[in-house]
């Protein structure tokens, strides 16, 4: 969870006020105050208040600082006046600043200006409304596990604009290319759990997850190298409820491009930068709990001691995956990750252990109800996770609601059926570009009523159709190889 450290040294659920707030920044000797907040897309933003100029009164009526017309999927011009509200408990030191430059941060929650009351398309506030209709369906609470996966690359360049040239170029001292006579090579689809020194990205891993803890509370049961090649990276982050959970999503992207950033390395989340090995995936563990007890769990249950709600829940986000993908998938990217070969989920069935499946239950462990839980493998950290949890939220308590049957579980390896095969067991298929899945969203946003506001919804369909369309118009460099001599 979300914790700070007491004067004794242990670790307690983070609970600051206002006032609490405002006492640290004087205690912790921040020179700055960073007001931070998420776009449509999930880029973090902010911008910067020198620590005299914050009152304790904004966390109730909000800095008026915010230019809406000016940020991605707000507001057009006319109506851009708005407000930012920091959350007190969201309160951190960023540990790379010292000094005259030292600063804290507030995440901050986005409020139309000239007393309008909450921005509807605030990502957070989109998450806030879906923490509550989780309470509403009458459970108590909910906990998210991210797993969020990324490359750490020594550079990167590439041309976008130009019209007569088109390419990138990644450098990674793990690639066979760049290894030689200074590291070992990291072969493709090899790099899960080596050792140091092949493993070369280990102290870049636990200066990340220091800072995560002691500047923002974030905790992390372990990290590790993972399967790819050239710097494929994950640090896994404790449980934690919904809204913090994305709150925490943001704080580690942020703390892991800019440690990167000041060792003189790169990091990314975008899903499928190299050719021909693994991707980045952002597999998203959930589950509904009442009154302390796990609704997801049930002991009798032979197959996966799995409760009946914990099923419809399934069904829910099998039902709706295919549109999820807009949402889960954002990028024209993320459809060069969904393809078979590469451990990424491309077929919509459940199982229990099984990878090939989207949404999977684990199981190492029989008898705990504390780890009883839903991994939807579908989506990607290129994704905004307060969108993402929240349209997760919402496909599963459809589920419930509706009580969607999810059919049988698939044991098998989904990738090597035939067609035939699959059709027998009713498994469906992913989407394979952003147009398709956008294209199922457009036709199955229904269940998204109630969390996510329509016009919020339009705007991230035209985000992303406009990405598609530039992308789609571009010769691509393959396409010399195929095409240049006919």
């Keep these: 969870m979300t914790f700070r450290v007491t004067e004794d040294g242990k670790f307690v659920r983070r609970t600051f006020s206002p006032e609490e707030a405002m006492v640290m920044l004087k205690k912790d000797g921040a020179r700055f105050v960073e007001l931070q907040f998420t776009d449509v897309p999930g880029r973090l933003r902010h911008v910067t208040l020198p620590t005299e100029m914050m009152e304790e009164e904004f966390f109730s ?17 006319q109506e851009s006046d708005m407000l930012l509200v920091p959350d007190a408990s969201t309160y951190g030191v960023i540990p790379w600043t010292e000094g005259p430059l030292k600063a804290a941060r507030l995440i901050c929650d986005v409020r139309a200006g000239y007393g309008r009351g909450r921005f509807s398309r605030d990502p957070r506030h989109v998450a806030q409304v879906a923490e509550q209709k989780i309470r509403d369906a009458g459970f108590t609470d909910s906990l998210w596990g991210p797993e969020v996966e990324f490359f750490v690359f020594e550079g990167a360049t590439w041309e976008a604009n130009n019209p007569f040239s088109s390419g990138f170029k990644i450098t990674s001292r793990e690639s066979a290319d760049e290894s ?31 800072y995560l803890r002691d500047g923002f509370g974030v905790l992390s049961n372990a990290h590790h190298h993972e399967v790819a090649t050239a710097g494929q990276c994950e640090i896994d982050v404790y449980r934690d ?42 597999h998203v563990h959930s589950s509904l709990w009442k009154s302390g007890r796990n609704a997801f769990y049930d002991q009798a249950d032979s197959y996966a001691e799995l409760s009946q709600t914990a099923r419809y829940y399934i069904g829910g986000i099998m039902a709706h995956s295919r549109a999820l993908c807009a949402i889960v998938d954002p990028t024209t990217n993320s459809y060069h990750r969904l393809v078979p070969g590469y451990e990424a989920p491309v077929y919509i069935a459940w199982s229990k252990m099984n990878r090939s499946a989207n949404v999977r239950i684990p199981a190492y462990e029989k008898g705990s109800e504390g780890s009883k839980r839903v991994e939807f493998r579908t989506p990607d950290p290129s994704c905004n996770p307060y969108l993402a949890f929240a349209a997760i939220t919402a496909a599963g308590l459809d589920g419930i609601g509706k009580k969607t049957d999810p059919g049988d579980p698939v044991d098998e390896d989904i990738y090597k059926l035939t067609p035939d095969r699959r059709r027998e067991l009713n498994v469906g298929e992913l989407p394979g ?35 598609y369309r530039a992308v789609s118009a571009r010769p691509h460099p393959y396409e010399f190889y195929l095409y240049f001599d006919l």
């Design 180 to 210: 030689r006579g200074t590291n070992f090579p990291i072969r493709f689809k090899d790099g899960y759990y080596p050792e140091q020194p092949v493993d070369t990205l280990g102290d870049y891993r636990g200066v990340c997850v220091n």
């Design 61 to 77: 009526e909000g800095v008026a600082k915010l230019d809406g017309s000016s940020v991605k999927g707000f507001v057009d011009i």
């Design 433 to 467: 570009s952003l147009k398709e899945a956008v294209e199922s969203l457009k036709s199955d946003s229904g269940f998204l009523g109630g969390i996510f506001p329509k016009d919020l919804v339009e705007v991230m369909m035209e985000l992303e159709m406009d990405a």
């Design 241 to 282: 409820e919904l809204v913090t959970m994305a709150d925490s999503t943001m704080t580690y992207k942020f703390v892991t491009k800019n440690v990167a950033s000041r060792m003189g390395l790169i990091a990314s989340t975008m899903p499928k930068p190299i050719f021909g090995d693994n991707a980045v995936g952002m």
